[in-house]
């Protein structure tokens, strides 16, 4: 079962959906660029037998609020908000493509509130050449200025993004879509390697791995978040 609510933080709304066991350990899971909570209904339901799961609308996406002032820096910001609001200690974290880098930033900000970081094909945060996004026609589900604000960042990212990839203290997993991805590959095994704890697995069907590949995401994503909880039998010495 799905329940949907939101909550202020610091005078933005933020909607989530939550799922899975009340006793069970958070797991927050954050969006693309121009998606919401309900881009992850295909895996939410498998992650949720084992974890307490939080899926996220950023600001300037679905039914949270579009303030009209946005940032990378704002969006972990309001995670953390977001958090606190609720009562959640460390948390397990899934952020795919934007989402990542807004997770890989408060896992940077906040090394003591994340225990396991997934990194779905997430860009490592280097300069890249400016393409200027076209509008789609007709209404959005999300706010065109947020995108334009956040194409920016990622075109140009603060250098201070990638030398505190070390500060990474929360075991890694990065998930690399593989050649079928816009997102440079060797760019997503440099990231990998510059956080302490970073694992990476690859599943080659492109940039939207969790829609493409529901069930081996989550089976990939599952063993790793329980790797330390429920250990293999066969593999104790």
Do not use: C, N
């Amino acid at each position: 079962m799905v329940d949907h609510h939101s909550v202020d933080v610091a005078g933005i709304r933020l909607a989530y959906q939550v799922s899975g066991p009340l006793d069970a350990a958070p797991l927050v899971l954050i969006h693309a660029l121009g998606e919401d909570a309900t881009d992850w209904d295909m895996v939410a339901p498998a992650l949720a037998r084992s974890r307490r799961v939080y899926a996220l609308d950023l600001r300037g996406h679905g039914q949270s609020d579009w303030p009209g002032k946005y940032s990378l820096e704002l969006m972990q910001t309001d995670v953390l908000r977001f958090l606190e609001a609720l009562g959640l200690g460390q948390v397990d974290l899934i952020g795919h493509s934007m989402g990542g880098i807004v997770a890989y930033l408060f896992a940077e900000e906040h090394p003591q509130r994340v225990s396991r970081l997934v990194l779905e094909d997430v860009p490592v945060p280097r300069p890249r050449e400016p393409i200027t996004p076209t509008r789609p026609d007709g209404d959005l589900a999300f706010d065109w200025e947020m995108v334009l604000a956040v194409r920016r960042q990622i075109d140009l990212p603060d250098p201070r993004w990638l030398e505190r990839l070390s500060q990474i203290t929360a075991e890694t997993l990065v998930v690399a879509g593989g050649p079928r991805s816009h997102v440079p590959q060797d760019g997503i095994a440099e990231l990998a390697r510059r956080i302490p704890g970073g694992h990476t697995v690859t599943i080659p069907v492109g940039h939207l791995i969790h829609h493409a590949a529901p069930k081996a995401f989550t089976e990939a994503v599952s063993a790793f978040l329980l790797s330390d909880e429920d250990p293999d039998p066969a593999r104790q010495p």
